[in-house]
T-cell receptor, first 111, second 112 residues
Framework: NAGVTQTPKFRVLKTGQSMTLLCAQD?????MYWYRQDPGMGLRLIHY???????AKGEVPDGYNVSRLKKQNFLLGLESAAPSQTSVYFC??????????FGAGTRLSVL | SQQGEEDPQALSIQEGENATMNCSYK?????LQWYRQNSGRGLVHLIL?????REKHSGRLRVTLDTSKKSSSLLITASRAADTASYFC????????????FGKGITLSVRP
């Protein structure tokens, strides 16, 4: 049972480049989330999804887009990366109102 | 905006001692959860306490919840070096559609 898998684990981008982070879960969870973690800031919610085909904005959605075409996958896209998007990105999944299971994170640097 | 605020920001104790961490929040909640994060890793769920519960135990962990004061505490008894990590409280706010709001975390160092 793999749980929540994030790819890639590390990435370096130049300003203006685009990329997609993939999150996959094998627990049949309805809810999926994307967070970013910055030093001294804790985790901040970027976007989340309450089911296949649905997405919603979190606390810091600007500069990011998401898609949930399949229940097990949640994609986070950066269309034009900026240095302010240098961060560690975490994906999580859960059942409604329950605990969240996290991936190992993606470390992104935007130069 | 951050809902949970942990206190202290950092804690250093000797192995075998107890560690107490506090969390305060601002709005009505369905439940409050504590997570641990080891350096360079993802968060791992520790314990969940519902708004109608006052105390919960899990192994060496004891969590209390005081909804009148909007606060929670996490007690780790007989700490071990392996408990060294960051600890986060997260609140499931009433009406927030299962989103969690995390605090900034507490860094716990347990000296061997």
């Amino acid at each position: 049972n793999a749980g929540v898998t994030q790819t890639p684990k590390f990435r370096v981008l130049k300003t203006g480049q685009s990329m997609t982070l993939l999150c996959a879960q094998d627990m049949n969870h309805e809810y999926m989330y994307w967070y970013r973690q910055d030093p001294g800031m804790g985790l901040r919610l970027i976007h989340y999804s309450v089911g296949e085909g649905t997405t919603a904005k979190g606390e810091v959605p600007d500069g990011y887009n998401v898609s949930r075409l399949k229940k097990q996958n949640f994609l986070l896209g950066l269309e034009s990366a900026a240095p302010s998007q240098t961060s560690v990105y975490f994906c999580a999944s859960s059942r409604r109102g329950n605990i969240q299971y996290f991936g190992a994170g993606t470390r992104l640097s935007v130069l | 905006s951050q809902q949970g605020e942990e206190d202290p920001q950092a804690l250093s104790i000797q192995e075998g001692e107890n560690a107490t961490m506090n969390c305060s929040y601002k709005t009505s909640i369905n439940n409050l959860q504590w997570y641990r994060q080891n350096s360079g890793r993802g968060l791992v769920h520790l314990i969940l306490i519902r708004s109608n519960e006052r105390e919960k135990h899990s192994g060496r962990l004891r969590v209390t919840l005081d909804t009148s004061k909007k606060s929670s505490s996490l007690l780790i008894t007989a700490s071990r070096a392996a408990d060294t990590a960051s600890y986060f409280c997260a609140t499931d706010e009433a009406g927030a559609n299962s989103k969690l709001t995390f605090g900034k975390g507490i860094t716990l160092s347990v000296r061997p």
